[in-house]
């Protein structure tokens, strides 16, 4: 199972040692507001942390890894500060997602862009992808101004497409940015 690394954050993959991280993510309200996986309408914290961690750890063991979940690990301290994730969409390997999830404390210091930027690296020149694509609630501010340091773009906005946070609540409108190889390379 591959790391990959940054000069502050080394990615590792998920293991079921990681639950109380894992627990951590999906107990934490203001981490889940705006997730698709994590504090959906009749889902509970526990369930989410299972069903998470099984799914991530049960992909690694796939021929080949089309999902790769890693723990977001800050170099100085060891600390596992949240996830960041690529998957491939299609079987000619024409399209990656990449996603990032941080906890409280370790938002707004850069992370997720220096994360993000390996991740596409990655897509780009190990996965050979052509499209890199990401995906947010309109409303997560920070994650699409990651997004845009990454050189994304915006190319579209599905309304009501992110899962209903309480019963009978609104859904989100989901902004989806991407960036091709030839717009990295260049």
Known sequence: MERLETPRV????????DREIVYRISADPDTTKYLCHFGNAGSTPDADTDRFLSRSVAAWRETPVRAREY????????????????ELLDDEGFCAEIGWILLPGFRGKGYAAEMGRELVRFGFETLSVRRIIAHCDVRNIPSRRVMERLHM????IEPAARPAKEPGGPMGDEATYEIFREDWEG
């Not at 080394?10 to 040692?17: I, M, N, T, Y």
């Not at 690990?73 to 596992?80: F, Q």
């Open 10 to 17: 080394l990615l590792r993959p998920f293991v079921p040692e």
């Open 71 to 86: 723990a977001l690990m800050l170099k100085e301290t060891g600390e596992v500060m949240g996830d960041g994730s690529i």
């Open 153 to 156: 773009r915006l190319s579209g």
